[in-house]
């Protein structure tokens, strides 16, 4: 059977490497392989706990405040820290803003173009994009003129060569299938997310300081003061502007990203049957209310069974690395994050290659377990858990969509499922941030200003050895910070983050990893062309790191690989045998 490798995966954060086994047009097998070694929580051991947030933040430069927000939950779990209503308040705005802003990006500049053939929109007519566009949807922006002017800019691209990020793809691939003017429709609102995104996430700089890596986390709370006689704190200015990038936010979600997506998706319902993977989805749960209620549901579901929903108890967890290139005393066995061990050891083919060799180590990435499951963690996690625990606005939410497919809830176990639960929870999170924002407003005109709980923030009252578990729900999916103290310092600490969880290796019992178990059965127009296998990879939205340092046994630089441009190549590199 032909093998093929894809290296790299463009349009996702980090450097990721897919190759898939082929036969008779569809992927017969796969494997996952992050090419890519970074080393943080090594550099975390013997430092001040209370300042874990800010370094961990580095993890990533897109999942920054997820980090951050992570690691101060685990040092407030060891020290039995309680914090503020407010800070609860403030953490939720800043994470649902984070979600709302990450998934429309994806949706438009990091996903849309495994659906939408930008080449075809040429040949639009502009008046009946304009009819299209107004069917489905209020949003003003839909006049001939408007499309005509974007088909005209588009076809300017085109003849100057320079065409930025649509540059290199699979442009007239069988697996397109929307018509010229929902591909024009599209390409609009790519160009539209652009400013949207920029504009909204401003919210970000208000609450704090600065996007990415915010700057106003603290242990035991927030470091954002409120002050309605002070421009350099949170007041009523503040507030007021809060609401009005969250009414600009809604709005786009609802009249655009929605719309498109209900608008897309019935062009491509045979992917409802496509890319189900493990079937096992695992979510932390997350948006706290002030009595500990979580919106989002915590809960794993096994073998894509709805009826039940088992409880998470992270004492479960284990990292394996039999086939991962770090080393443990006994790889047979997995090791709970507490107890995990960051040893790197390199064993890979020296470049250039053409294949991993793997039936042996292939990847950076350890082979996170759940009570010795492989788990799917993400969007689709957190509105399967929800909906099998009755959430009531997520069963709502989804049997809309569901309904306005016509489709049932078994279609969610797929590549087409994925992209319908982020945009759903992008609708759920875009309504709850205007009443998270009127909470805050509440406890303000009530006199409630706290934001910080410091009375354990001496080290001084602290045990001589403590262990926290610090988990939340990023916009990837369940994210997990384990940190041990002792004698104020940090010990050890562990991270298992989504795209660990997702992009998985093998097991030591063989069992694959959501990325790869998602890709089996696949279908493949053209091996030469595996628009089908990104169109996979991608809806699991990867994040795996920002640049590559690979170093030997001895600390030696082999490799560097750098990706400066998020332009670079939507077209990767592609290797075959037979």
């Not at 949706?107 to 007519?125: K, N, P, T």
């Not at 699979?170 to 390409?187: C, D, F, R, S």
């Not at 945009?423 to 200003?449: F, R, S, Y």
Request: glycine share 6%.
């Amino acid at each position: 059977m032909p093998k093929l490798a894809i290296d790299p995966i463009s349009r996702i954060e980090g450097h990721l490497r897919i190759e898939v086994q082929i036969d008779e047009g569809s992927v017969k097998d796969a494997w996952a392989s992050s090419t890519m070694f970074r080393g943080v929580e090594l550099i975390l051991k013997g430092r001040d706990p209370r300042e874990a947030w800010a370094i961990t933040q580095r993890f990533c430069g897109v999942c920054t405040t997820v980090h951050a927000f992570s690691s101060v939950r685990a040092v407030e779990d060891a020290l039995k820290i309680k914090i503020p209503n407010n800070a609860r308040i403030l953490r939720n705005i800043i994470e649902a803003m984070q979600f709302v802003q990450d998934h429309v990006i994806h949706f438009y500049h990091l996903h849309a173009l495994d659906w939408v053939d930008v080449v075809s929109a040429l040949s639009a007519d502009p008046a009946a994009t304009s009819k299209l566009a107004q069917s489905i949807s209020p949003w003003p922006k839909s006049s001939e003129t408007y499309f005509k002017g974007v088909k005209d800019k588009l076809a300017v691209y085109v003849n100057s060569g320079q065409l930025g990020p649509f540059a290199n793809a699979y442009w007239g691939h069988p697996a397109y299938k929307l018509p010229p003017e929902a591909n024009l429709m599209a390409v609009a609102h790519y160009l539209e997310a652009l400013d949207w995104q920029r504009d909204v996430i401003r919210a970000h700089a208000l609450l704090g300081s600065k996007n990415p890596h915010l700057q106003t986390y603290l242990v035991g709370g927030m470091a954002t003061p409120i002050d309605l006689n002070s421009q350099a704190a949170i007041n009523a200015d503040t507030v007021a502007m809060l609401l009005e990038l969250f009414k600009t936010a809604k709005t786009f979600v609802d009249q655009v990203y929605l719309p498109d997506l209900l608008a897309i998706a019935p062009f491509y319902l045979d992917w409802a049957g496509i890319g189900g993977g493990v079937g096992n989805f695992l979510a932390y749960g997350e948006y706290p209310d002030k009595d500990g209620n979580l919106y989002f549901s915590q809960g794993f579901l096994l073998n894509k069974d709805l009826s039940k929903v088992y409880p998470v108890d992270h004492n479960k967890i284990t990292e394996e690395v039999s086939h991962s290139w770090y080393e443990y005393d006994d790889e047979s066995k997995g090791l709970h994050p507490y107890d995990g061990e960051t040893r790197p050891k390199f064993t890979g083919p020296q470049p250039p290659y053409d294949f991993l060799d793997t039936d042996k180590k292939y990847t950076w990435m350890k082979a996170p377990r759940l009570d010795e499951h492989p788990m799917e963690v993400g969007p689709l996690a957190r509105m399967l858990v929800s909906y099998a625990s009755g959430q009531k606005d997520v069963v709502d939410t989804v049997n809309f969509v569901l309904g306005k497919l016509g489709v049932g809830p078994e279609a969610l176990f797929s590549t087409l499922g994925r992209t319908a639960a982020r945009c759903i929870e992008t609708v759920l999170l875009a309504n709850k941030l205007n009443e998270w924002t009127m909470e805050l407003a509440a406890n303000i005109k009530a006199g409630d200003i706290d934001v910080h709980e410091g009375t354990l923030w001496d080290p001084e009252t602290w045990p001589a050895e403590a262990k926290g578990w610090g988990h939340i729900e990023a916009p990837r999916g369940a994210l997990g910070h384990w940190i041990h103290i002792k004698d104020k310092k940090i010990l050890n600490y562990q991270a298992v983050v989504p795209s660990t969880w997702n992009a998985s290796p093998r097991d030591a019992k063989g069992q694959l990893g959501p990325y790869e178990s998602a890709l089996i059965g696949t279908p493949i127009a053209d091996p030469k062309m595996p628009l089908e296998v990104l169109r996979t990879v991608h809806s699991f939205d990867p994040c795996i790191a920002c640049g590559v340092h690979l170093l030997d046994a001895d600390g030696r630089e082999l490799y560097e690989v750098s990706v400066d441009s998020p332009t670079i190549a939507a077209s990767p590199l592609l290797k075959f045998r037979s």
